[in-house]
C-alpha cells in the first residue's frame, strides 16, 4: 500500500501535511550531494549551520505553506515560529536535518515533525494529532503514527512511499544508547546505566537521534541524553526532537521521561527549550524514574 492510500485512513488534513513532509524528504534526499558546506551562521541553539540545514529547512516550510492549513510552523534552524496561513487550523514543529554534522562522513540523518491542532506549537507533546520522521539511510524510510499505530514506509525508485511495516510495536531486545560522557553522569544516572549493563545490555550509539532512536523502536531497549554535570537541561530539544519521538514511541507500547516525569505532559515555557531525554520501552523507564526518586 502507497502512503498516499494509507493516508486516506485518518483527518484529511493531517494526511495533506504528512504528504507534504513525505514530498519534501524525497527532494532533500536529492540533494545531498550539496552536503556538508558551512553557512557560516548558528542555529538558535548556538550549534553551526550547514547550508543543507538551510536548504532543507526552507523545503519544508514551502511544502507546509502550499497546503494552506498550517497556520505556524516552529524549527530548531529558526529564532521564533513563522506564520504561514492565517486562516490554518494546525502547527508545525521541525528538526528539517537531524544529525547534520554525520553528513560530512556519510552517516544517517533525518527529518523530525510533530503536528498540533493549534495556532501555536507551545503545547503539551500529548496534545499532537500527528507525529512523523523520515530516516535517510541505505533505505529512505517515512514512519508517522497519527495517535492510533505507528506506520513504516519505504522509498520507492518511482518517488512513492509504499508500507514496510504497519501497526508497529517496540521490540524486546537489550539495546542502550546513551548521550553525554561518562565522567560527567549524575550519580542516579549513572546507577541507571549500570543496572542495564549488569543486565546485558548492548551499548549501541550512532549520534543521530531520529538513528538511534529508530533503532530502540525496532528492537527494543532505551535511548537516553540525560541531565549531566553543568547541564541541568540536557541537550536535546523538547519542541523539535523530544515530543515527537516520543509521541512516536508511546504509539508503539513504549515511554519518554524526562527521568522524573512524562515528557509529553511538559508545558513548554520557549520554543527552544531543552530537556534530558529517556525514550524506550516502559521497562527501561520505570528503572530510571526509580533512581531518580531515590533521590527526590
Not at 25 to 38: H, N, W
Not at 57 to 85: C, H, P, Y
Not at 227 to 252: C, D, H, T, W, Y
Amino acid at each position: 500500500m502507497l502512503l498516499e492510500e494509507h493516508l486516506g485512513r485518518i483527518d484529511p488534513d493531517i494526511g495533506k501535511i504528512i504528504l507534504s513532509i513525505a514530498k519534501g524528504a524525497v527532494i532533500v534526499k536529492g540533494g545531498f550531494l550539496r552536503a556538508g558546506t558551512s553557512a557560516g551562521t548558528q542555529n538558535a541553539s548556538g550549534e553551526t549551520q550547514l547550508e543543507m540545514d538551510k536548504w532543507a529547512d526552507e523545503v519544508f516550510f514551502d511544502g507546509l505553506k502550499a497546503t494552506g492549513i498550517v497556520a505556524s510552523a516552529a524549527s530548531e534552524e529558526r529564532d521564533e515560529a513563522e506564520m504561514l496561513s492565517p486562516s490554518g487550523r494546525f502547527s508545525v514543529t521541525l528538526d528539517p536535518l537531524d544529525g547534520s554534522s554525520l553528513m560530512g562522513i556519510d552517516l544517517t540523518v533525518g527529518t523530525i515533525v510533530g503536528i498540533y491542532r493549534s495556532n501555536t506549537p507551545l503545547r503539551p507533546g500529548k496534545e499532537m494529532v500527528a507525529a512523523a520522521y523520515v530516516l535517510y539511510g541505505p533505505l529512505t524510510v517515512l514512519v508517522y503514527t497519527a495517535g492510533a499505530g505507528v506506520h513504516e514506509f519505504a522509498l520507492m525508485d518511482d518517488g512513492h512511499f509504499l508500507l514496510q511495516n504497519e501497526n508497529l510495536t517496540i521490540g524486546k531486545e537489550r539495546i542502550y544508547s546513551p548521550g553525554a560522557l561518562r565522567k560527567e553522569y549524575l550519580p542516579y544516572h549513572l546507577r541507571f546505566i549500570e543496572r542495564l549493563e549488569a543486565e546485558g545490555y548492548k551499548l549501541r550509539f550512532c549520534g543521530s537521534f531520529v538513528a538511534d532512536v529508530h533503532q530502540i523502536l525496532h528492537k527494543g531497549g532505551v535511548f537516553t541524553y540525560p541531565a549531566f554535570q553543568g547541564k541541568p537541561q540536557g541537550k536535546l530539544r523538547l519542541l523539535f526532537e523530544a515530543n515527537p519521538m516520543g509521541f512516536i514511541v508511546r504509539s508503539a507500547g513504549g515511554r519518554i521521561s524526562d527521568g522524573a516525569r512524562d515528557i509529553l505532559s511538559i508545558v513548554p515555557e520557549k520554543l527552544h527549550q531543552r530537556v534530558p531525554i529517556y525514550v524506550g520501552g516502559a521497562k527501561e523507564i520505570s528503572i530510571i524514574e526509580e533512581e531518580y526518586m531515590k533521590e527526590a
